[in-house]
């Protein structure tokens, strides 16, 4: 079992930053691919970013690509999601999430391919 906490959110401008960060505790941190990903109100829970288990490779959705940055701690046990230039349309509630050890890369994109979930963070962006 492994319990993730999120942290971080809150309300900015068009433009500013936030950095949010998932706590995780349980089974060995350093045997999972870690995920964020994010849901606005009235729409499917969607990928943003994910990160292999030593954290040399890392995934983005287009539309965050070159904004957000992934990494991950796992002296911490904590994944990071460093996220600059927000705009409004980033407002959602952002869950991390953790997949097993041996996950195919080709399906980090796909909610289905987690079994553990976080709260979420609510993330709220003003024009």
């Known amino acids: 079992q492994v319990q993730l906490v999120e942290s971080g959110g809150g309300l900015v401008q068009a433009g500013g930053s936030l950095r949010l960060s998932c706590a995780a505790s349980g089974r060995t941190f350093n045997n999972y691919a870690m995920g964020w990903f994010r849901q606005a109100p009235g729409k499917e829970r969607e990928f943003v970013a994910a990160i292999g288990w030593s954290g040399g490779i890392t995934a983005y959705a287009d539309s965050v690509k070159g904004r957000f940055t992934i990494s991950r701690d796992n002296a911490k046990n904590t994944v990071y999601l460093q996220m600059n230039s927000l705009k409004p349309e980033d407002t959602a509630v952002y869950h991390c999430?953790?997949?097993?050890?041996?996950?195919?890369?080709?399906?980090?994109?796909?909610?289905?391919?987690?079994?553990?979930w976080g709260q979420g963070t609510q993330v709220t962006v003003s024009s």
């Open positions: 999430a953790a997949a097993g050890g041996g996950t195919r890369w080709s399906v980090v994109t796909q909610v289905h391919t987690y079994g553990y």
